[in-house]
């Protein structure tokens, strides 16, 4: 069974923080890590270095300020020092950039990152991470609860499923979580029946069908022990991430987890929009993006290295 050993929290100055120092309480008594990294980017800008050079003492003191401020919220938020290691990482430079080449170098587990509900600025960095750190990553939001028993995941048949079915099944092995898959079946809205009872029960009779099919064969193929259930919803609207996301409130899901892939070496690691958009700043479930950390590594190292 896969082992989350260190853990990454990105950490931001906001309010955000304490939620996030909060819920790694949560995650440290679920997944049982051995070591917590919380890391904070302070932003540079690009100031001629003569003029860089007169703020020496101040940038110094600026550093010790902001490090004092996290150490005390860690402080005083972290009631589990007694059962994990955890350290604080300040970087100087593009958050993005230094978060992912920090998870890069040192063999980061997940990575957890915070939203703030209607705040599409913030909700925008942390899209960009989700794509580019290595690692898996769960993304949740400042009402997210501490709760993980009901785990839904997105299928859609492919190996970025089985990934994600997987890791399911390895959050499941620490918190006894039920797990179920959900497929979205699009149906452009041209070709939607004549919405009468007696058709809309014809039609979903037949998505069952197929769904079930195309769920037999893919454990099948994938070899995968105790399936969990798969249900379907009918998008007929091109809107799979609201589909999805309507449905798991609905049913009282406590975590989506969802794919992405590398589509071209010009592109780096981008979310597939399904999975960009459940990620994004208007939705409040948790979210795990899952990755097979390997390739993404292995892309990575190529670009960097």
């Known amino acids: 069974m896969k082992k989350f050993d260190k853990i990454l929290i990105c950490l931001d100055l906001s309010e955000m923080d304490h939620f996030l120092i909060s819920y790694s309480n949560f995650i440290c008594e679920v997944l049982k890590p051995r070591h917590l990294v919380f890391i904070h980017v302070m932003e540079t800008y690009d100031i001629p270095d003569e003029i860089m050079d007169t703020f020496d003492d101040a940038e110094k003191d600026i550093e010790d300020l902001v490090s004092e401020e996290l150490e005390g919220k860690i402080e005083a938020g972290l009631t589990v020092k007694d059962k994990v290691d955890y350290s604080l990482v300040l970087e100087q430079g593009l958050p993005t950039e230094k978060i992912v080449e920090y998870s890069r170098k040192n063999k980061i587990d997940l990575g957890i990152l915070g939203k703030k509900i209607g705040y599409q600025g913030q909700g925008g960095i942390a899209r960009k991470l989700v794509g580019l750190i290595p690692s898996s990553v769960l993304v949740v939001s400042e009402t997210s609860q501490y709760k993980i028993d009901k785990l839904l995941v997105r299928m859609d048949f492919s190996k970025t499923a089985w ?15 039920s797990i179920e898959c959900h497929h979205v079946y699009k149906l452009p809205i041209n070709y939607y029946p004549k919405q009468t009872p007696e058709n ?72 597939d929009s399904t999975s960009e958009k459940l990620v994004g700043g208007e939705k409040n479930l948790p979210v795990m993006v899952v990755k097979d950390q390997k390739k993404s590594m292995g892309f990575l190292n190529a670009i960097f290295d």
């Open 163 to 177: 990934s994600s079915l997987t890791m399911a099944k390895t959050i499941a092995g620490y918190t006894g979580a």
């Open 200 to 271: 809309i029960k014809k039609l979903k009779k037949q998505v069952k069908e197929i769904v079930n099919e195309n769920y037999s064969r893919f454990i099948k193929k994938m070899k995968i022990d105790d399936a969990p259930p798969c249900s379907f919803s009918i998008d007929v609207q091109s809107e799979e991430s609201q589909v999805l996301y309507n449905y798991a409130i609905i049913n009282k899901i406590d975590l989506i987890l969802t794919g992405t892939r590398i589509r071209s070496p010009l592109a780096n690691l981008i979310l």
